[in-house]
């Protein structure tokens, strides 16, 4: 009797084992650093401290990603920021401006193996309006659902407000 139990404890180890080897591999078809390239238009940009939730750029983010096979491009801006009077800003319009949009670029790499957050991703900006970040990394881990591509990071500093946060950026590609 001992040795039935046994062999169906092995039996439910052996397909469950199974099952979760197979959704492993159903991930590491999802994503991979070929199905990257492309445009990818903001839908959501959220900043995570403890359980504290912001939205450095609105609820409504505007912007696009361009991942090209070997570079990345970002420009987010607050859709609702004021536009400027004139061309020549003021220096409040330079800093609503400066704290209501992100800009960076760099070569990025990324490594294959798949976790449970997505595949990683690391840009090495070299070019940024916000000079601070030019020089740095930025390490996403990127997940594909459909059309829909999710970037969430471990902590970083959020170039708009300077707080160290868990960020997460949802896009759709555009084709």
Do not use: C
């Not at 445009?39 to 361009?66: C, M, N, Q």
């Not at 949009?101 to 294959?112: N, S």
């Not at 997505?118 to 997940?143: C, E």
């Amino acid at each position: 009797m001992k040795l039935l139990s046994t062999s169906a404890l092995a039996a439910i180890v052996a397909f469950a084992t199974t099952i979760a080897g197979s959704a492993l591999s159903e991930a590491q078809e999802t994503i991979t650093k070929e199905k990257l390239p492309g445009p990818w238009r903001l839908v959501s940009f959220k900043a995570t401290v403890g359980d504290k939730v912001s939205y450095p750029l609105g609820e409504h983010p505007g912007g696009y990603i361009e991942i090209a096979p070997t570079r990345y491009w970002l420009m987010a801006i607050d859709p609702t920021r004021k536009a400027p009077a004139a061309a020549t800003l003021t220096d409040a319009e330079s800093i609503a401006l400066m704290k209501s949009h992100v800009a960076y670029t760099g070569k990025y790499d990324v490594d294959p193996a798949q976790t449970p957050e997505g595949i990683k991703i690391t840009i090495h900006v070299d070019a940024a309006s916000n000079q601070a970040l030019t020089g740095t990394t930025r390490v996403f881990y990127a997940r594909l659902d459909g059309n829909k591509m999710t970037l969430k990071s471990p902590t970083l500093v959020v170039g708009t407000s300077g707080v160290t946060s868990v960020v997460e950026i949802e896009y759709i590609k555009e084709e």
